[in-house]
């Protein structure tokens, strides 16, 4: 079983449109995170979240929105795309106060 | 704020060894990490050393922290075409993780026959 797994893998959509990505992790890990990846290889935080808090990367336009219906799940809601949003996500885990993260194999964003 | 820099690139030749810098610059940095990404692939962990430790070895991997100076490094012993990718650096503060990971720009290291 996949430890982290996020759907789908590939996503081509057009400009203004509002899309999903889902992350799913069967660790049993405490908190979630979403990165993004451009296309320099940069890899940025945008947010981290356990079941008590919310910490959003100032960076981050509000048209991205993690969304979390349970511990194990944290999707990510993308309103009005644009063509920067081009990149690859990253949904990691990790157990609170840990070292170990845990990445899935990323979604390759395309906006046309 | 916290920042973490690598250089870009670095060309080995087959066979020899590679070494990877990183420099980082949050004091509280408790846990210092290096991933693979090979093209078109997710982030693999390669190693991680606790800031109490200034030297860790797995195989082939060595990795050397100087805490004073904020300086960490990846040794890769008779480095291979395999490993080709970009070796991402990255630091976890103090915060218990809830803040995640800060990750350097990666460095490309590329093999010559």
């Known amino acids: 079983d996949t430890a982290v797994s996020q759907t789908p893998k590939y996503l081509v959509t057009q400009m203004g449109n509002d899309k999903s990505i889902k992350c799913e992790q069967n660790?049993?890990?405490?908190?979630m995170y979403w990165y993004k990846q451009d296309s320099k290889k940069f890899l940025k935080i945008m947010f981290s979240?356990?079941?008590?808090?919310?910490?959003i990367n100032e960076t981050v336009p509000n048209r991205f929105s993690p969304k979390s219906p349970d511990k194990a799940h944290l999707n990510l809601h993308i309103n009005s795309l644009e063509l920067g949003d081009s990149a690859v996500y990253f949904c990691?885990?990790?157990?609170?106060?840990?070292?170990?993260?845990?990445f899935g194999s990323g979604t390759r964003l395309t906006v046309v | 704020g916290e920042d973490v820099e690598q250089s870009l690139f670095l060309s080995v030749r087959e066979g020899d060894s590679s070494v990877i810098n990183c420099t980082y610059t949050?004091?509280?940095?408790?846990?210092l990490y290096w991933y693979k990404q090979e093209p078109g692939a997710g982030l693999q962990l390669l190693t991680y050393?606790?800031?109490?430790?200034d030297m860790k070895q797995d195989q082939r991997l060595t990795v050397l922290l100087n805490k004073k100076d904020k300086h960490l490094s990846l040794r890769i012993a008779d480095t291979q075409t395999g490993d080709s990718a970009i070796y991402f650096c990255a630091e976890r503060g103090s915060g218990g993780g809830a803040d995640g990971l800060t990750f350097g720009k990666g460095t490309h290291l590329i093999i010559q026959p």
């Open positions: 660790l049993g890990h405490d908190t």
């Open positions: 979240y356990n079941n008590k808090e919310l910490i």
């Open positions: 050393i606790f800031s109490n430790m």
């Open positions: 990691a885990s990790s157990p609170l106060g840990a070292y170990g993260y845990t």
């Open positions: 949050d004091s509280s940095s408790t846990y």
